[in-house]
């Protein structure tokens, strides 16, 4: 097939990109004359540069192709007009270039993120009959993403797939909870033990070509994820397990970490670059359920996660090691 993949040059983006050249597709990527094209500089893709601000040198991108990857979007920013920008005004610029060339696009796959539906209530896992709730500027415009591409599946067949927190090699965010585990510290925020749902990245990569390939699938969204929640008390203990170290708990204010995204904040505006932390993000941190349920996806398309939590932090902090990241 004849694919078009945006984000390829990000950490999920860059392990779907190479699986579908690993299974003999046509795999063309988006890509900005910003972008670093380390991780697919060695894969035989075609590089098309363009934003997705351009919506007519979008359409010429796609005039051959025939399934699109949607994953490219912003995960920090400054404000929420920049998350708008990019997770709404950006998704709906390439769903009407594929539209324009609806003749030869079959399928576009629209990787959102448990964030445009919200927090669990509950330990209970929520599943896609839940009112979306979501509570940040990111998880907002995620979701205004996901509402313009399902108000037009009319016009061109489509699935949309939530990944929750997502782990593996080339990333940057679960990084920084390795690196203070590393030192024995096994973090508690506000107090309290917070769960989530995990997936590794490979599990998720091959999650979105099964929704691919599956006709079922379209029209409907599904949450690709491990059935298990987890506590980050239980990620640490895994971490510190694989590193054959102890550790003990260390209780983390709220307010220490909205003074530090604060100040983020602050500097954020001086150097015109997001903060890694921000007030944002501290919303999503004190929530204590974000969990989802697998229970369609496996139902439907026949997706389980097969990596389990002790091989993939072992894998991921392996990786980081070897790359000096950890």
Request: charged share 25%; proline share 5%.
């Amino acid at each position: 097939m004849k694919v078009f993949v945006t984000g390829a040059t990000g950490f999920v983006g860059s392990f779907l990109a190479e699986q579908l050249v690993k299974d003999g597709h046509d795999v063309r990527v988006l890509v900005r004359k910003q972008s670093n094209l380390r991780w697919i500089a060695d894969l035989n893709v075609d590089c098309y540069y363009c934003s997705l601000d351009d919506a007519k040198s979008l359409i010429r991108g796609l005039e051959d192709r025939e399934i699109v990857y949607h994953l490219a979007g912003t995960t920090k920013a400054r404000t929420e007009q920049e998350y708008y920008r990019s997770n709404f005004h950006g998704t709906k610029n390439l769903f009407d270039a594929c539209i324009a060339n609806k003749k030869k696009i079959k399928k576009f796959i629209h990787i959102s993120s448990q964030a445009a539906c919200g927090p669990s209530p509950t330990l209970v896992p929520i599943n896609e009959s839940h009112q979306p709730n979501p509570l940040t500027w990111y998880g907002k415009s995620k979701l205004a993403g996901e509402q313009y591409v399902e108000q037009n599946m009319d016009k061109l067949p489509s699935v949309i797939l939530r990944p929750p927190a997502v782990y593996g090699p080339r990333d940057t965010d679960v990084l920084e909870f390795f690196r203070t585990v590393k030192f024995g510290a096994i973090p508690q925020l506000g107090g309290s033990e917070k769960y989530l749902s995990l997936i590794h990245v490979r599990d998720l990569v091959r999650g979105i070509c099964i929704a691919a390939e599956a006709d079922n699938a379209l029209g409907k969204i599904y949450f690709i994820t491990s059935p298990k929640p987890y506590s980050w008390e239980e990620v640490a203990k895994t971490t510190l397990k694989v590193l054959g170290k102890k550790g003990v708990k260390l209780p983390v204010p709220l307010s220490i970490i909205k003074g530090v995204a604060a100040v983020s904040e602050g500097i954020a505006a001086i150097t015109k670059k997001p903060a890694l932390v921000n007030r944002q993000k501290v919303i999503e941190m004190e929530q204590n359920f974000w969990t989802c349920s697998p229970d369609r996806a496996k139902k439907e398309l026949g997706f389980e996660a097969e990596i389990p939590l002790e091989d993939g932090i072992r894998e991921t902090l392996h990786w980081y090691k070897e790359h000096k990241w950890l």
